[in-house]
């Protein structure tokens, strides 16, 4: 297996994706109890590329993805997105440029309010609000053609509550809800993971098409190491807050589930028989 591990990126490489430099992050610093989640993460992402990421439970795969949409402050290093050093952005203010989807189709909307408001929160995000009226008759319009492109029949649902849709149209819309004003990023944790492998592949597939369309740049992690390989052009592994392996299109298109396995046992020293990585 012709792989390697990620190395620090170069000065003056493109920033107008995303650039991590020595990151860190610890919870309950200084305690018995202190959990180094990440350590000195460097990853460069160019535009349009579209990375899947997998791990371990615990690896620091979800936790680099709010550490990038600023969930939470890092306590060292640099995050840049699109040319624009967020490092010590709020999570509001970053999400002018970062879209995301969550496992749980019920975190990425709002189940009081209806599907057409839920979207044109979405549509404005990053702009001056002020008061005007929620949902008009053009952006009504722009937001029926968008639920077009699912293909699940709900451009004619529009006012109806999103509490009472199923999962995997809740999600659907989540998915649209994070790229329809188009961001600088994706972040995708595990979007499939909660909804039955049918309804995930339509996820999946709707997924490919906005990402491909769009040409966002996409950061999917994912516990499936089988998704991990068919998606994207680009595959990292972490395993205990650090990344191991950086895997371009090339190399990956000739991997399989067994080489991945391999190359955790190589670097890891132990065995996945009781992780989700192989029970997906």
Known sequence: MNTRVAEPPKPGSDHDGLLVTNMRKAFFPGTPNEVVALDRVDLLVHPGDFVTIIGSNGAGKSTLLNAIAGTFPVDRGSIVIAGRNVTREAEHTRARLVGRVF???RAGTAPSMSIEENLSMAMLRGQRRGLRRGVNGN????IQDQLGLLGMSLEGRVSAEVAKLSGGQRQAVSLLMATIAEPRLLLLDEHTA????KVAQTIMDLTGKIVMERRLTTLMVTHNME???????RLVMMHQGRIVLDVGQKDKSGLKVADLVAKFHEVAG?????DRMLLD
């Not at 952006?139 to 722009?142: F, V, Y």
């Not at 132990?270 to 009781?274: A, K, N, P, R």
Request: hydrophobic letters at 40%; glycine letters at 4%; aromatic letters at 4%.
């Open 194 to 197: 909660a909804l039955d492998p």
């Open 139 to 142: 952006r009504r319009r722009e």
């Open 270 to 274: 132990e065995s996945l028989v009781v």
């Open 103 to 105: 496992q749980d189709p």
């Open 227 to 233: 998704l991990a390989l068919r998606w994207g052009n």
